[in-house]
Structure formats: C-alpha cells, structure tokens
C-alpha cells in the first residue's frame, strides 16, 4: 500500500511518499481503508520528536481518519466489513490503510462524507468537551476563543455559539477572522493589529466568562487579564510553539480558575453526554468542520508544513482516496 513515512525525526519535508506492507489487525483490532485523513499540529511536534511521546521511526504519522472496515479482528464485536467510520490513533492516519482498536472507531452518521468525518473528531471533541465540561459554557456566557481560526478554534467558536454564547474571536488574519464570523462569533480581533489586551476590553467591557487556548504564547494572558471575576480559562494547547508564563497574582487578585482540559479528567457520565450531542450536531448537519485546504497522499509533508505555519483556516485535510 501506499503511504506517507517519517523515516526520520525533522521538519515536514522528512515526510515522503513511499510504498510499505499493509498492516493486519490483530483479535481486538480492525483494519480500515483510509479514504481522508486530517493533519493536526501534534502531528508536525511528532514527526520532529517534539511531542510529550516519542514513537522511533520509521513510522507513518497522522492521527485522524475515516473510510471503511475492510478487516475485522476475532475478539471485536459491533463493526462488520462495509462500515463506514471514523477514528483517531498516535500515528498510521496517513496510508491507504490504518489498523486502530475497535475502541477508537466511531460509525459515521448517514449523510455526512468521509472528509468531513476524518475533520471532525479530534477538534470538535476537544472544543465540545472543553466548552462544555471544563470551562462550563452556558446558555447567555461570553467566551473569547484564541487561535479561532485554525481546527480546534474555529470548532470552538461553533460550538460556543450552538451552546448559546457570544464569542470573541481572536485570530491573525481576515481569512481566519471571516471563517470565525462565519461559524456565529460576534466580535473579531486581529491580534496582530495593535494591543490585544486593549482591543479585549473594548470587546468585553465587563469580562468574558471563559477563555479557550489552544495556542499559549502572547495571546494567553492578556486574555487571562479580561476574564470577569470567577471567570474560567482552559488551556488545550500551544500552537505558538510557547508555554505561556502567567503571573499568579493575576489568578489571586481577580478569583479566575485556570483549568488544564484533557479528556482523560472529564467524567464519565459528562464524556458520555457530550459524545452523544456532539455526534448528534454532526448528524443533523448543525455542525460541519471547515475543511480550508485538501492535499493528495504524496504531498502529505505540504500538508504538514501547511499546518505547521499557522496558515491553516479550519482543518487541513489529505485525501487518500484521489491517491
């Protein structure tokens, strides 16, 4: 089979085209011919050893993908041959075929295409379950989303807003500030336009209710500094390449909570709800993923160095199937 492999640590371009055995799924496992993959920013900090896991190379990255089982393992039960899903792993997304646990695949609604269901799990679960269980986002509720113009921020503007909030968008270009417009924000900031904690407060005179950070950096505590007292800022990631430093005196004087958002702290019974009405939106078309650019397989590290320059509005998706 085909597939795209890091044979060794480095920047996107040490991602070639290149032709390896197919991968067999073992009793718990099912095997899946890849029609999409998504690319997310982990997967650059993987290829470059740079991510919190090291996985030796020669490997085949991506973590994000839909298509249709085509191997079925003995101990597996409730998927068939001729199922359409989606799922997510460390690595293996980028390839013509991906072995994952039968835990990791989720069937794809009716009505909704394969790239849209390999765009969808990774950013619009971290937005939802951000929004909905850590930072507690409610009906009324002004949030102020960071880094909104790229996966996990443009899903969190969406989904702020199907939760009933009024959103801040921040991001580093019109394109990125018109796709968040787009998906319901109400307010845009273009943070490379003059002084972001003053462009904030004018956007939120009485403080936001709830920041999400998916990028650290500079952007963190200027945003940190326009929460409302008691205010909630949940930090996913840091796309910027930067853990922010914040001062604690910040936290201490205006009663603020920051909040580390991984899934693994979600409650069961809240991970449980909010699956079922993620999946829910996605299946009534209320939510879709913005997919801004499509790649073929062999030009997987393109797509990778799109992403890893910030320039991705939405998701960045390869499309195996044209391969």
Not at 173 to 178: F, G, N, V
Request: proline letters at 6%; charged letters at 20%.
């Amino acid at each position: 089979m085909r597939a795209a492999v890091c044979a060794e640590y480095g920047p996107p371009e040490v991602v070639r085209p290149t032709t390896v055995a197919s991968p067999r799924a073992d009793a718990d496992q099912v095997r899946v011919r890849v029609v999409a993959a998504a690319v997310n920013y982990p997967d650059v900090l993987l290829i470059a050893d740079r991510y919190q896991i090291s996985v030796p190379p020669p490997f085949v990255p991506g973590s994000e993908f839909a298509g249709t089982v085509i191997e079925v393992g003995a101990r597996v039960h409730g998927f068939a041959v001729g199922d359409r899903v989606c799922g997510s792993g460390m690595h293996g997304a980028f390839a013509e075929e991906v072995v994952v646990g039968a835990g990791a695949l989720v069937r794809i609604p009716d009505g909704v295409d394969a790239r849209s269901a390999a765009a969808f799990g990774v950013a619009h679960r971290t937005a939802y379950h951000a929004l909905r269980s850590a930072a507690r986002v409610g009906d009324g509720d002004s949030v102020i989303v960071l880094g909104a113009g790229g996966g996990v921020g443009l899903a969190a503007v969406r989904c702020a807003t199907l939760l009933g909030a009024r959103v801040t968008a921040v991001a580093s270009s019109a394109e990125k500030l018109a796709a968040a417009r787009d998906h319901g924000a109400t307010t845009l900031v273009d943070h490379l336009a003059g002084d972001l904690r003053a462009a904030l407060r004018e956007a939120v005179p009485h403080g936001a209710n709830a920041v999400l950070d998916p990028v650290g950096g500079d952007l963190s505590e200027p945003a940190l500094r326009c929460l409302a007292r008691g205010g909630r800022f949940v930090t996913i990631g840091y796309a910027s390449g930067r853990i922010p430093e914040i001062p604690l005196n910040l936290v201490l004087v205006k009663g603020v909570h920051i909040l580390g958002f991984q899934f693994r702290d979600v409650d069961p019974a809240e991970f449980r709800r909010n699956e079922e009405e993620l999946w829910a939106l996605l299946a009534s078309n209320r939510l879709r993923p913005h997919i801004g650019a499509t790649y073929p397989l062999d030009e997987a590290a393109a797509a990778l160095r799109h992403v890893a320059e910030g320039r991705a509005v939405g998701k960045v998706v390869i499309d195996i199937a044209e391969t």
